[in-house]
């Protein structure tokens, strides 16, 4: 869905996305990366179970939900990428709450 | 002199003359204006780098980047190395999620006290005034299908390019209106995008309104501009006009476009569906900090009261820049300049005169910037088929999915407003805070009662205004305020000498 312009150039991260080994640009956001990957579902919502990928990039919307080294409701297009970063679909987790969260 | 960054809660100071929140041409030039007075100053954002919205990831855009973009993204290079050249402090990747008058547990009221979270840590700052200069974002497009993986706002795409280099691959339609739209279309075809189609959803009877405001858009720098990006998009890709219903339909995923306009009903096929119609100021911080707000009609959004000065309705807050009502870029730096004069005047450092005379030529600039801004309203005004969903299965709340016929459905019940149907429904309770259905769920019920959105209200928005984690509250001190500021009440023990009252 999206593919990198040849003159972005940079050191590389590497990291996973369910266990598989992906490379990022170092200074991407995890959205960021993941879209360059080919990665365009990051979630399932917690109410029907439908699948979601970012919306917005730019922490609005939410919807860009992952679980980063185990940690969930991490908003991806907020968070930058680092070295043997762990990264998951975050499935449901109705667990989220506005006020506060884990 | 430079700015002193800041990199941890620990780094910040107790107190600050001016807080500044948002680093985007207003913020900036507020700050800069400020610290120049002699302010003490903080700036937050919670982006990495200065700029906001249109300067994004300017300090570290390559030439090759700058020269897609254009002039005007180049230009912000001029706001930022000012700033850069102040005197104040500036927090990166900080977010400010409250703002409420200082109330100390003893002694007189006085100033601001401010959430912040900065690398993983919370902490309470005091501040004598703040602006909130928090720009805007892309108003909610609630179409059927617009839930569906492989459907992003335009300027999610302008923001991946502008930040990781990043261009649209597979086959890409951008559909909406405002004057953005040809401009982020253009920007994705220079880049090489395979854009298929570009669907303008700007409704026909628009132009009979804005033709009253032809001439000063004539005269303004909008004017060539526009054409220009209009010529420049129908060189290269099918603009598809008169339309009256827009679908993203896909199982799972986006798998098609549905357009129907004047020759029918057509299915693109599709992988990136790209929306846009127009952005709106970003309401949450003001909100939740007590501002008023009102109906602005020709909008079609809540904006922020405020007077000439950027002074709000709350007696230490000004807003500068879109996040007061739409008025772009270049009107936002002046703005936010003319934020930064008048804290500096409030706070003593500015004469009432020495405030009126450096303020006189940033207003010549302002009105002449703002000539075409009347004009663009009319002409980009969404259509209430594209903000008022009639399909009782569009989603509005993308959070909690809630659709527009659920919403209609609570109408019966003797619902008023948007905060007594989440008596009923879980409508805008989600982790983005209403941000994305707020001002659908207002004109909705606006709609079905007949009255004008102003009546029916929006959401009532509480701090905090972002998420904070219990990691990040843990580096909190359990005060009073700090408990009020997360949680919006504080509730006080009840003891024997003062037993609780039951009025
Ligand atoms: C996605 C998008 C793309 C746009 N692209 C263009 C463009 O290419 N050209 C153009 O002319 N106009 C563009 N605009 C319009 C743009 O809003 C204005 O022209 C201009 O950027 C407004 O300046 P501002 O300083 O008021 O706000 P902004 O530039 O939006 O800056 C606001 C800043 O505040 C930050 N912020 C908000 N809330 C908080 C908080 N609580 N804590 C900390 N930080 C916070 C934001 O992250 C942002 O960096 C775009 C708007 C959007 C939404
Ligand atoms: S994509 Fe919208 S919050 Fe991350």
Redesign the pocket.
């Known amino acids: 869905m999206f593919r990198r312009l040849p003159d972005r150039q940079g050191d590389l991260v590497t990291f996973t996305f369910d266990g598989t080994p992906l490379t990022a640009l170092m200074g991407d956001t995890v959205?960021a990366a993941l879209l360059a990957a080919g990665v365009t579902r990051f979630r399932t919502t917690p109410v029907s179970g439908a699948e979601r990928?970012?919306?917005?990039?730019?922490?609005?919307?939410?919807?860009?939900?992952v679980s980063i080294n185990g940690r969930g409701n991490r908003?991806?297009?907020?968070t930058t990428v680092e070295e043997g970063m762990q990264v998951e679909t975050q499935h449901g987790a109705a667990t989220y709450s506005t006020e506060i969260s884990a | 002199m430079s700015v002193h960054p800041v990199s941890a809660v620990s780094d910040l100071e107790e107190i600050y003359d001016l807080l500044v929140v948002g680093a985007g041409p207003a913020g900036l030039s507020a700050a800069t204006a400020a610290a120049e007075c002699g302010l003490s100053v903080l700036l937050c954002d919670d982006n990495g780098s200065p700029g906001g919205q249109i300067y994004r990831g300017i300090t570290e855009a390559s030439a090759a980047t700058k020269s897609r973009l254009g002039k005007d993204y180049a230009a912000g290079e001029g706001i930022v190395t000012r700033f850069l050249a102040s005197s104040a402090s500036y927090a990166a990747r900080a977010s400010v999620w409250s703002i409420a008058p200082h109330e100390p547990e003893t002694g007189e009221a006085s100033g601001l006290e401010a959430g912040v979270s900065l690398a993983g840590a919370a902490r309470l700052i005091r501040a004598r005034r703040a602006i909130l200069a928090t720009g805007a974002l892309e108003r909610p497009f609630p179409i059927p299908g617009w839930t569906l993986p492989g459907v992003?706002t335009a300027g999610?795409a302008q923001i991946a390019m502008k930040t990781a280099g990043l261009v649209p691959s597979g086959r890409t339609v951008i559909a909406g209106t405002g004057p953005l739209l040809y401009l982020l279309a253009s920007q994705l075809i220079g880049a090489g995008a395979s854009v298929i189609a570009v669907i303008d959803t700007t409704p026909n009877g628009n132009k009979r309104r804005a033709l009253a405001h032809a001439i000063d858009f004539v005269r303004s720098a909008y004017g060539l501009k526009g054409a220009r990006l209009l010529a420049q998009v129908h060189r290269h890709v099918r603009v598809i006009r008169n339309v009256t219903a827009l679908e993203a339909a896909g199982n799972g995923g986006l798998s098609e476009v549905v357009v129907t306009h004047r020759g029918g009903t057509e299915r693109l096929p599709t992988d990136l569906l790209l929306l846009h119609q127009g952005i709106v100021p970003n309401l949450n911080l003001s909100l939740a900090s007590g501002c008023a707000s009102g109906w602005n009609e020709r909008q079609a959004t809540f904006t922020p009261t405020v007077d000439e000065w950027c002074q709000t309705s709350m007696p230490d807050i000004g807003i500068a820049g879109d996040a007061g009502g739409i008025i772009g870029a270049e009107g936002s730096a002046l703005h936010g300049t003319l934020a930064g004069l008048a804290a500096a005047w409030r706070l003593g450092r500015l004469s009432e005169r020495e405030r009126d005379e450096r303020a006189a030529p940033v207003r010549a600039i302002l009105r002449s910037a703002l000539r075409g801004r009347p004009f663009i309203d009319e002409l980009f005004r969404p259509s209430d088929d594209f903000r008022i969903p009639a399909n009782p299965e569009t989603i509005v709340c993308r959070c909690e999915e809630v659709t527009a016929g659920a919403i209609r459905a609570t109408m019966p019940l003797g619902v008023r407003g948007p905060n007594q149907m989440k008596a009923y429904l879980r409508c805008g309770m989600g982790p983005?805070q209403g941000r994305l259905c707020g001002l659908t769920v207002t004109e909705i019920i606006a709609q079905e009662r007949g009255v004008a959105p102003g009546e029916v209200g929006y959401y009532n928005v509480r701090t905090p205004i972002k998420p904070v984690t219990l990691k990040e509250l843990a580096a909190l001190p359990q005060s009073d305020s700090a408990i009020k500021a997360v949680a919006g009440i504080v509730e006080k023990p009840v003891s024997a000498n003062h037993p609780q009252s039951h009025v």
């Open positions: 959205a990928g970012p919306y917005c990039m730019m922490g609005v919307c939410f919807e860009c939900l908003q991806a297009c907020l | 992003m999610s983005c």
